[in-house]
């Protein structure tokens, strides 16, 4: 069985590992405070040209979210995000369990535009009875999306502006944001997203780390007292090293872009094999998860051979699946399912 | 500078390092249904005895205690707890903010007793208006407590019936639990604690893991959707496994007890030159964190050398200080203390 | 200014500001004990021929929402509704201040379906990774609903009888309950409504009370300790009788079921004004609020002498608008309208 | 029996009712934006001399404490507040409930002092480890206290200096304020209130409402949303007319302080009465709560002919009780109890 179902099937790119055993007798402060964070902070600071931004470690994605989220929404606030967006569908209420509403709205192709946005803060605060209403709060976008969809630079800017006017803080979720930073045809930079977002956060674990995303605070205001939120929401480890060590190693010598290129690479190899033969996709991704379109009979064929996720069910005969790359996948397996997938009977 | 001023200064214990190293490339289901968290479930089923329990892996102390209650309580229910209970004190409000009231008791050397735990229950159900008064619904303690002392067999057991007799679920914080199943005196069993315990944990952070703790839950009511509750709180990890391989690499061997009896031994004979020299202790701790009173002098003499936590202020003159020792301690750095603690001026 | 912009305009039924000068200094226990209250529980038992429920008296129609639903779930639940549900809309997130997601489903005509409720249970329960995902714990309704619509007797047992299956409790919201029970074609009773759901509420404020709303439980489990949570939520009034009291006047001599036949009466006579002349509504209402779409001319026009509220803009030339009749509501008053009515331009 | 228990036993004073039926018919805004309301809240701010005061009105002291805490704090922050305090012990956890700890402190004789909330900042800013600890973030005081105590104008004014010098804003709750200002020896006023406070409430069901409180507002930061949440807590009336028009009958021609100065003279006799004979009192109330240590002997005596609460178990032989007076307490009733307290045994 040759695997492609997620980013995350392996344990850690061997450097982290080795980075571990190395250090493992070198004694540190706890919580966070230790020299290891510390380097990683620096290193995230560099990258983002933003010298000022504070930089935090937690384990993984939901409580990244959730602990971003509850820290700067008031009660009657609410985060306005895609119905897509991993926070309202995917996190078991997690938001919601932190007191606050998702605000959804339908997207295409997964992406939020900056219209949208301006459109819920008009009808918000032109509704004479607002006060029965949840307020705006801020605003939550992923990049690359759950449907591996990347922003624009434009795309971004606009999104930002209107957030500045409404006194939106604008949350870029980057759990995969490698992917989305070496995807083609990007234009987005970590200095461009500092700038126009308020706080985003650079994932570690499905980018090669067994766990730890970093989460960047440009936004003077939001910085405050944020170390009582990370506690309070159960994610300052005693051992905090073990999340600053592994964003060290990954930003070492761009250790990070490098296991993001070869994943997106992969992955367009897959998308292009699949493009090739007629298939349509459920996302125009340009990064390392690819959605096609498959008939039930290519999927039983396919899953013989290979692990690969059954995303999203289109009509009684074709689903779209997720065949997804990462720093482990193989040159040599993606050959070989390029040439399974060539011999696929087209697509009517 | 020696240090002893926590259990988590270090890494992991080398074979936990080893562990991830020889399996880094295995590829594995993730959120925590891989085969070693599978293989660590069993082996902690089987020295509890108890091959019905549930056994979940969390990332560490906070996160569990607020995933674990917030699970069991109803909104109009409250958890006791001794007054210097971790939940209490350490741990930001997170039991607050999921939405209950901490119902603390003033402990002496940091125990609950059953007798504490009827008279809560007697006088809110005896109060003709106990509706406007929060309900008692379930018991927190730790073993070893947060001043390092162990509850014996008796009191767990009379503990333990006063709760099934007011249907209060107890939940037993073993965060450091190794340190207590190694303690001086101990009567207390992994098998003992599953009898008497609705769900508890075994700590690994701070018995020789770079982080996770497994949770036991024995009460069949409280099995029910409890993975929901992790990744509602944050707690699922995309690579499980690293708390898995962990806990399976901890109880391979013994390894996880061994660790433990080592810091005790090292720890009682620190212990056991302060007595020597006539010093008070806070608690009276059979564990690996102890407490002497020292006066100003001594503990400005002390620090030149040593890192220890300055723990409580007792009078102007004297704080109570904690020494702790781990897996990591070296013996003849404790030789090297009790040398310099036996040429103290004996206190007054 | 003739005024049909909603049923809260006047204080209450002249019975029940007789009744309460009558009975001012009659001294009574507090908080919902009061021998009035009592009597008005069994008034409600007796017809809903239900004497085993509990009957709460709560002060108004979101507080009464966010303690019932928040009494029922558990934290990682939500309550399907539908989009345009009173909770998901117009309770500035209440509910999910409480920790809970709302579903939210799209209606026709604002009513939901069993099959709608089935098939959100099929899709979370066959989702594989369904503990990633808020479970459906409960479904609320509103009958009428916020359009006016009514359930029939069919529609009503269908969506229980799925309720049933999927063992989630159904709770009716039943604000405008009277207007409901005394619109054209209904065949839903009392009784049927105290066996198809587990809980709902017989709305005071908008029938004819300053205040109040019955919240009845039929539910077994979904009676243990209501009051508690009612005191947690801010709901118990030290002087309860003040709810009791108006419950008990609304139910003598039928005085709530006349009420609202004389306003649904109304309504229906300005319903077949705005037909005849071929106007379309915005939903199909047979209840106390009658929602016509006109153009913003007509808008205009009718707005020089009526109040009436603006509900939904449907395009830029016209918008759908609310009248609404009550207890207070004059025949003379609804005549004039129609007269108007019947010489407004016809919509094309 | 002549009932002394509570100041809630009767419904409202007849001026209430008397304005509530003469207002009955006349057509109104709902959600407190009627005109009584509207001249309500320019008493409220003339009486406080503080024409920039936000006020509105909510139903009961539980929900006015709860939806002002939770609109104050931000999630990691307590309320600091007396052991005695009712958002302690009275509530049903609802402020935990909204997420919040409350940091109560042990007082003597019910109050709080300006040195105790100093104290607390200071262990809270000095410990290395603040994170790990609720952030005091406001503090709550209720006047009279829940022992019928009143604080001075150098209490109050020590206290609000401590609280800006840590920006805790501090939050007066006075359900029964009107008692507070007719207390003897009582040296504060409405404008030295809200002058000293952020915000404060003036208490109306136990002061000669049927229901109802004013809350106001004097912060201008506080200021901002809060008809939000007040929505969101369930305390928006549709009718909240009730609520203005009674605050408006209660503050026209000195009404409300007229019934406070009746119901302490009433209190203070029966107070007097009893220290005559030598008993001791629980707290040293001036107010219209008084309670007198009586023996099981005396109770039982007593409870043959007056209604009076059992508030405090003293030993096995003797209880603290409360006599309660308010508006309706006839005289005639305060000299039978005084004539028969003349004639108990005194106490040793």
Known sequence: MIRFECDYAEGAHPKIIERLAQTNFVQTKGYGEDEFSENARRMIRRLCL????????????????????????????GVITATSGHINVHETGAIEATGHKVLAL???????????????????????????????????????????????????????????????????????LGYGLAAENND???????????????GG?????????????????LKTDFRYFIKQRGGMLAKGR????????????????????????????????????????LYESPTNQQFPILTNEHINMLSQKYAFELWAKIDDNRS???????????????????KDVIQLFPPC
């Open 242 to 281: 073990l999340l600053g060590l592994q964003i060290e190693a990954l930003f070492t010598n761009g250790l990070y872009f490098e296991i993001a290129q070869h994943a997106v690479r992969m992955a367009l190899q897959i998308r292009n094999a699949f493009r090739l033969k007629g298939f349509r996709f």
């Open 106 to 176: 339908l997207t295409h192709n997964s992406k939020l535009t900056a219209s949208q946005v301006e459109q819920v803060c008009l009808e918000h605060w032109n509704d004479v009875n607002h006060e029965h209403i949840v307020q705006p709060g801020m605003v939550y976008i992923s990049n690359p999306t759950e449907g591996g969809v990347i922003y624009t630079k434009n795309e971004l800017q606009s999104i930002s502006d209107v957030c500045r006017e409404y006194h939106l803080p604008l949350f870029l979720d980057g759990a995969r």
């Open 205 to 221: 674990t499905k980018v090669g780390a067994l766990c730890g995303e970093a989460l960047v605070i440009t936004n003077e205001t």
């Open 50 to 77: 933003c010298e000022s931004a504070d930089v935090h470690f937690l384990m993984g994605g939901t409580q990244t979210n959730l602990t971003v989220i509850a820290s700067i929404l008031r009660p009657h606030q």
């Open 188 to 202: 987005l930079t970590l200095p461009d997203i500092a700038k126009m977002c308020d706080v985003f956060c650079i």
């Open 320 to 338: 779209a699946v997720r065949f997804c790359t990462s720093w482990a996948t193989r040159e040599e397996d993606v050959q070989i399912l390029i």
